[in-house]
């Protein structure tokens, strides 16, 4: 579990969660910041584009997401729900709101917001009020901003974190047994 861990925390640090801001004392140029927040260089020397960026981050973020909300009958994980919860509040508290941080937060809570909200009920809550209130306030009026807190917002107001997410069980049997050929 940690070598999963360490690869997700290398290749998106949201995972962790860390936020780091542009300077030009600290990066020679924006390329640079772009790469050290985990944007890839492709083969022409060109930085992917922020849809390609925002996708990649995304799928970590689910997999994340995944891996926190995972409950097998008689083993512990040892990166479950308490280390989710502790996840979303360092989240909330330590990383300013930005594109970046509120689409990791909304595909992290895509999958691991059920088991989060089904552990900790009225206080998971309360910290999507915050969520809603406080956090999302600072973004700026993007398109790309502007769709994912529509996202995040439509989640907590219809609260879809009362179902459980697609995927959510292993299926009981494989599809390739039952198959008649």
């Known amino acids: 579990m940690d070598i999963i861990l360490a690869e997700l925390n290398k290749n998106c640090i949201y995972t962790v969660p860390k936020h780091l801001a ?5 990066f020679l140029n924006k390329s640079a910041y772009c790469t050290a927040i985990g944007y890839q260089v492709e083969e022409d020397g060109k930085i992917e584009t922020d849809s390609s960026y925002l996708n990649r981050l995304c799928a970590y973020m689910k997999l994340y997401g995944a891996i926190v909300q995972t409950e097998v009958e008689g083993f512990q994980n040892m990166h479950g729900h308490r280390e989710g919860w502790a996840w979303l509040a ?3 508290n330590a990383v300013p709101a930005n594109l970046y941080t509120a689409a990791a937060l909304n595909a992290f809570l895509e999958v691991a917001g059920f088991v989060l909200h089904r ?3 009225h206080h998971f809550e309360k910290l999507l009020n915050i969520l809603t209130g406080d956090f999302l306030k ?3 009026e993007g398109l790309q901003s502007h769709i994912v807190v529509t996202q995040l917002c439509s ?8 179902s459980e997410p697609e995927g959510r069980h292993l299926a009981d049997h494989l599809r390739s047994n039952t198959a008649v050929i």
Do not use: A, H, W
């Open 119 to 121: 552990r900790y009920k």
């Open 138 to 140: 600072p973004l700026d």
């Open 155 to 162: 989640y907590v107001k219809s609260k879809s974190y009362l």
């Open 22 to 26: 542009y300077s030009q004392s600290d």
């Open 90 to 92: 360092r989240l909330l």
